[in-house]
T-cell receptor
């Protein structure tokens, strides 16, 4: 019940295309869902986060869609750029200090 | 502004050796944590601390010890290194309370031979 399942494991997208990464959870106590972006040799950095009282949050080219009834949330990267090539992690937190991370998606955007 | 600083960046240990991974933050964050990152397994929580003098176990605590004597520092000790502890280790800190942004260090790549 503590797992966050992330897919796909890897993703290749053409420049200008839309990248979509999906996550699913089971624990209904989770109430904070961040996405982290990690470049090679670096630590993860917060990209965007959502709480379950909204169904969508947009920041620039990055959008989180949240489906509370399905217990799923996804990251959409519009107009994907080669600079977006990185590993993306979804995570969940239920009001404790313990983040549960997904297994990561390695995104490659072709120029 | 240094943020979260981890040392060393790379380390090779022999099986059975002990060592300490250092983590320091200059943001006056109360909460600090250690994760390990393995291929296909994401980030798994090893230990965490909600303030000086307070620590608790995460998902994969076996073989690791932590202490928190100051707000700034949160070292991770490997007691007797094993090949299964070969991984990339990340320290993170965040401001008071859960559901706040976690700031990560740049990681320590540890190889146990």
């Amino acid at each position: 019940q503590q797992q966050v399942k992330q897919s796909p494991q890897s993703l290749i997208v053409q420049k200008g295309g839309i990248s979509i990464i999906n996550c699913a959870y089971e624990n209904t106590a989770f109430d904070y869902f961040p996405w982290y972006q990690q470049f090679p040799g670096k630590g993860p950095a917060l990209l965007i986060a959502i709480r379950p009282d909204v169904s969508e949050k947009k920041e620039g080219r990055f959008t989180i869609s949240f489906n509370k009834s399905a217990k799923q949330f996804s990251l959409h990267i519009m107009d994907s750029q080669p600079g977006d090539s990185a590993t993306y992690f979804c995570a969940a937190n239920g009001g404790t200090y313990k983040y549960i991370f997904g297994t990561g998606t390695r995104l490659k955007v072709l120029a | 502004n240094a943020g979260v600083t981890q040392t060393p960046k790379f380390q090779v240990l022999k099986t059975g050796q002990s060592m300490t991974l250092q983590c320091a933050q200059d943001m006056n964050h109360e909460y600090m944590s250690w994760y390990r990152q393995d291929p296909g397994m994401g980030l798994r929580l090893i230990h965490y601390s909600v303030g000086a003098g307070i620590t608790d176990q995460g998902e994969v605590p076996n073989g690791y010890n932590v202490s928190r004597s100051t707000t700034e520092d949160f070292p991770l000790r490997l007691l007797s290194a094993a090949p299964s502890q070969t991984s990339v280790y990340f320290c993170a800190s965040s401001y008071q309370g859960p559901n706040t942004e976690a700031f990560f260090g740049q990681g320590t790549r540890l190889t146990v031979v």
